[in-house]
Antibody, heavy 116, light 110 residues
């Protein structure tokens, strides 16, 4: 089955760190750009970051530059998001999604709550 | 990286057609053919409905269509059905090699 499964979310204090993972299956992971998209509770979608097939190019939304790092391990069919210096406004459901110009496949998301 | 502008809500009766607009700039919507639209039902992940302005993925009803004029893209849903009630988001590639989403539009089927 073609799917993406996120994990690693949870409750973290402001200033803390968290690493999200996304396991891909059912398709050739190394052939696709991958993205992270988040959705704060009751709010709209916000694109966070994406990474090229071979990991050589990475792009971020301004609000997370210098704090978040996207990476991938094609041998493990996995996508990651290392989140440091977390803020309350980073509280959201984080989706892993396939694609560069559009996202044809989405996971179910992993919830990150930043609160003291 | 300002969000694209969408109406907060639209409504229509079953069988009618509605159009949702998505306004950006020449650095995103107006500059590229990479506008996409997503449907999201409550508690569910988004679903791709339109990509590259006008293209429908396999399995998406032909009642959904997309277009673009200048800096504004549009999603039209014809023959409205109850199951079309959902939130809809547009998205565009940008000149900074990033992506940007619209604020979302809540569609109510009366």
């Amino acid at each position: 089955e073609v799917q993406l499964v996120e994990s690693g979310g949870g409750l973290v204090q402001p200033g803390g760190s968290l690493r999200l993972s996304c396991a891909a299956s059912g398709f050739t992971f190394s052939n696709y750009w991958m993205s992270w998209v988040r959705q704060a509770p009751g709010k709209g979608l916000e694109w966070v970051a994406n990474i090229k097939e071979d990991g050589s190019e990475k792009y971020y939304v301004d609000s997370v530059k210098g704090r978040f790092t996207i990476s991938r391990d094609n041998a493990k069919n996995s996508l990651y998001l290392q989140m440091n210096s977390l803020r309350a406004e980073d509280t959201a459901l984080y989706y892993c999604a396939r694609g560069l110009y559009s996202n044809s496949l989405w996971g179910q998301g992993t919830l990150v709550i930043v609160s003291s | 990286q300002s969000a694209l502008t969408q109406p907060a809500s639209v409504s229509g009766s079953p069988g009618q057609s509605i159009t949702i607009s998505c306004t950006g700039t020449s650095s995103d919507v107006g500059g590229y053919k990479y506008v996409s639209w997503y449907q999201q039902h409550p508690g569910k992940a988004p679903k791709l409905m339109i990509y590259e302005v006008t293209n429908r993925p396999s399995g998406v009803s032909n009642r959904f269509s997309g277009s673009k004029s200048g800096n504004t893209a549009s999603l039209t849903i014809s023959g409205l059905q109850a199951e079309d009630e959902a939130d809809y988001y547009c998205s565009s590639y940008t000149s900074s090699s990033t992506r940007v989403f619209g604020g979302g539009t809540k569609l109510t089927v009366l």
